[in-house]
């Protein structure tokens, strides 16, 4: 019997209508004899108006909690009002509201007598939105008569303790999957699972970054063995480019796991960049459907590196990224320069997003996002300050408006003159790259532009990507369903 384990954001559970349509989606794919496993995000909105609570309890403003509380308790009860029609079954379900929203309530009295909210406190309450939803969910579900059990995801997903951005302990998170959830899905039950969180082995909250609940819903579908992960959301699928920069973006049919994986780190935010992670080594397909057009086939996303002649397949733009170039005459054959670079970055709490360095070896650039990039530029030039009294470094620039703009395509590997054809095109329209680099993986090339050349940048790339989709589409390459 073919198992599946899907997911559904945050847009797909964001209304009673949404919801109602996300049960009329389970209830199908139960009818086709389906077991099935289903990861649930926070109503629209509910994480972000969570966090803004926690710093309004932090500054002591109680007032704004206790709006946010009335505002996601309202969200909540229409849900139920609308969609459940037995009163002993509300009652049931809005007890459990209740005493949830009482809770958030309590911890952001908690936090506005400590005056701080901490990485791990913050956990704490924005770990409401997913209990709530995946509650109130299981409860219109059941009372459709499906037979579904809500399920806390941090009784299984076993995490380190990094607060806002855990990674699971796989063995640990493993075992306790398949020995406490396998049974039930197989004698026909479907847990409706909270995305997003996972606890420390002692059992203290955790989340796994925002987006998270992608990256949930992979690793339960690894543990599972599931045959398929779905990714429902609210658009048809992954794109060439964002509709928003070109309005002739299409959706790709098919897409490879590393390619979806750079795309989702270069700004593609259809999934959480870790979601391949747990799927790859099992070789379980994905899929990436609409919620609000079922009748839509999707992206698939597998293993198949589909290499067709031409090869970019997608095209992505970052913007509020800033670029920190270090450079100077006396960085020649000095090692280490770089190291300490990059080591004061990580100090000042900022991911590196891309590196370029010529082999000249007089600068290197790269590249973090927007609200850390001063502080960034302080650490390294603190970290340099001898390198720079003695003039061997120049200077530590700064420029801001610039963006990152990525080029995928899994079949440029191998491939010779991708590369060249991209710059050709770029320079044929004047637009200047201030710096290029491409991944080992030679799945991806990004490189910087100024700010004001996004779109015809996009655009003209883009018309690279429209290609591929149109000569895979001719060749029946693009047909893996
Ligand atoms: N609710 C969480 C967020 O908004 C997790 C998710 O929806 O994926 O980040
Ligand atoms: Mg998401």
Avoid at 218 to 229: K, N, V
Avoid at 237 to 246: E, F, H, N, S
Avoid at 344 to 352: P, V
Avoid at 411 to 435: C, D, K, W, Y
Wanted: proline share 4%.
């Amino acid at each position: 019997m073919a198992r599946f384990t899907m997911k559904f954001g945050g847009t797909s559970v964001g209304s009673a209508e949404a919801i109602a349509q996300v049960v009329d989606i389970v209830g199908d794919h139960l009818g086709q004899g389906r077991q099935l496993a289903v990861v649930v995000s926070a109503m629209a909105g509910v994480t972000d108006m969570l966090l803004d609570s926690a710093s309004a309890a932090a500054s002591g403003r109680q007032d704004a909690y206790m709006e946010i509380n009335a505002t996601i308790a309202a969200m909540h009860l229409a849900v139920i009002d609308a969609l459940i029609k037995s009163p002993s079954d509300r009652d049931a379900i809005r007890a459990e509201v209740n005493e949830l929203l009482k809770g958030h309530r309590e911890l952001c009295e908690a936090v506005s007598i400590l005056g701080e909210a901490t990485p791990r406190i913050s956990d704490a309450l924005v770990s409401f939105g997913e209990r709530l939803s995946s509650r109130v969910i299981a409860a219109v579900m059941a009372a459709k008569g499906l037979s579904v059990r809500q399920v806390d995801s941090n009784d299984f997903i076993v995490t380190d303790n990094v607060f806002q951005n855990a990674d699971p302990l796989w063995d640990e998170t493993e075992s306790r999957i398949v020995d406490g959830l396998l049974p039930e899905l197989e004698s026909g039950v479907t847990p409706i699972i909270t995305g997003f969180i996972g606890a420390t082995p002692d059992g203290i909250l955790t989340t796994l970054g925002r987006g998270g609940s992608d990256f949930s819903a992979a690793i339960f579908a690894a543990c599972l063995r599931s045959d398929e992960l779905i990714i429902w959301t609210d658009v048809d699928g992954v794109m060439t480019a964002d509709p928003r920069l070109d309005e002739r973006a299409r959706v790709l049919p098919y897409v490879s796991y590393q390619e979806i994986g750079e795309l989702a780190f270069y700004g593609a935010k259809v999934l959480h960049p870790k979601t391949v992670q747990p799927i790859i080594t099992r070789d379980i397909p994905l899929r990436v459907r609409n919620t609000f057009n079922p009748a839509h086939p999707g992206t698939m996303v597998g293993a198949r590196a589909q290499a067709s002649e031409t090869v970019i397949k997608a095209v992505t733009g970052i913007r509020d990224v800033s670029m920190l170039t270090v450079s100077g005459p006396g960085m020649l054959g000095v090692p280490g320069i770089a190291g300490r670079t990059f080591l004061a970055t990580a100090k000042a709490g900022a991911s590196i997003l891309m590196i370029s360095q010529a082999s000249s070896e007089q600068s290197f650039c790269f590249t973090v996002v927007d609200p850390l990039a001063q502080n960034v530029k302080e650490a390294v030039e603190a970290e340099l300050r001898r390198e720079i009294l003695h003039n061997d470094i120049d200077s530590v620039d700064l420029l801001s408006d610039i963006v990152i703009i990525t080029v995928v395509g899994a079949g440029m590997r191998g491939t010779p003159g991708i590369a060249g054809r991209v710059f050709s095109l770029l320079g044929e329209r004047s637009i200047n790259v201030l710096a290029i680099a491409q991944g080992s993986s030679e799945c991806s090339i990004s490189f910087i532009v100024a700010e004001d050349d996004l779109e015809r940048a996009v655009g003209e790339l883009h018309t690279l990507a429209l290609e591929t989709v149109e000569n895979d589409r001719a060749t029946g390459l693009a047909s893996p369903y």
